[in-house]
């Protein structure tokens, strides 16, 4: 029970930092496109 309870916030936050990473990632393309145009 433990375990499983400790892997599901684990990989809740892998997943919280996956999001954080494509977010930055997006806006990073957006300001590099609005440069160009």
């Given at each position: 029970?433990?375990?499983?309870?400790?892997?599901?916030?684990?990989?809740?936050?892998?997943?919280?930092?996956?999001m954080?990473?494509?977010?930055?990632?997006?806006?990073?393309?957006?300001?590099?496109?609005?440069?160009?145009?």
């Open positions: 029970m433990f375990s499983g309870y400790s892997v599901l916030l684990l990989n809740e936050k892998l997943l919280e930092n996956e954080i990473k494509i977010l930055e990632f997006m806006n990073i393309k957006t300001c590099i496109t609005r440069k160009k145009l």
